[in-house]
Each structure stands twice: as C-alpha cells, then as structure tokens.
C-alpha cells in the first residue's frame, strides 16, 4: 500500500509535466519586419473572452529603434481561406496608424478588444459551441503594405 507522500509526489510530477507541456505550446515571437528604425514581430494567441467567442489572433509587437518619436504606418491585406478580402477595394478600416515615442514598444493582447496591432485568424471554438456562426474562415496570409514611417 502506498502512503499519501507517494501521492504527493505523483501530482507534483505531473503538475510539472503539464505546466512544461503548456509551456512549450505558447507561441513565439517571430520577426516579420525590421529596419534601422523599427521591428515588427508577430505571435499567434488565443483568447478566451467571458462575453464573446473565443477567437485566435496574430499578436503584433511594435517596437520603435529609435531616439526620436516617429509614427508607423500601413495597409493591411487580408487573406481568408485563401481569397484576399481587400486588394481590390481599399478600405479604410484597414489603414493602420501608431505614433511611437522613443525606444517604445506597443504590444497586442486580449484585453483591449479594438487593439489596432492585433489581426483576427479564426474563432476557435467548434461550430456547435456558436450558434448564428454559420462557417468558420481562417486567416491564410496577411501583408502590411506601404510601411511608411515619419519622425515626429
């Protein structure tokens, strides 16, 4: 018969085991961007919202290289299941802006629902979990175009 120090140590085993596991499952920041005067590195995220679904993103960081304030710029181009949903059509909702002072960085998250630095993937729950969600699309390419940056 084993004692309760035996159990102790199994749940800690595997508490650990876990958190290593889930761990290594968070994605990274990969470069996307760079130039003498600016990075941008993009991560994919899940966030799980108490009041909506649950969707995935790609996480942008901005970060400024600079001494000096400077603003960035771009288009964004966005591909769903592979059909480009606003190259032909220029929309505004998808001119990006972030002024960004010296050495700053700007980070996307969960929290901040109209986060300008975040770009929408996918829900990521199953069908039957969204009712009045009829197809789930999936983000399958994206560009920033006409990068453009001024020092303020």
């Not at 919202?49 to 790609?58: H, L, M, R, T």
């Not at 299941?81 to 700053?104: G, H, Q, T, V």
């Not at 300008?116 to 069908?127: D, G």
Request: one cysteine or more.
């Amino acid at each position: 018969m084993r004692g309760p120090i035996f159990y102790i140590k199994l749940f800690t085993i595997s508490f650990l085991l876990l958190s290593f596991t889930s761990l290594s499952n968070e994605s990274k920041w990969n470069l996307f961007y760079q130039s003498d005067e600016v990075t941008i590195e993009t991560k994919n995220h899940n966030c799980d919202f108490s009041d909506a679904y649950d969707q995935e993103f790609i996480f942008l960081r901005i970060t400024n290289l600079t001494d000096s304030s400077l603003n960035l710029s771009y288009y964004l181009e966005l591909w769903y299941d592979n059909e480009c949903i606003n190259c032909e059509n220029k929309k505004p909702e998808y001119e990006k802006s972030f002024n960004l002072n010296a050495r700053e960085t700007t980070t996307s998250d969960c929290i901040n629902k109209s986060n300008e630095s975040k770009i929408f993937v996918k829900f990521s729950l199953p069908l039957s979990k969204m009712p009045g969600v009829n197809k789930i699309v999936k983000l399958t390419n994206f560009e920033l175009k006409n990068i453009s940056l001024k020092y303020e």
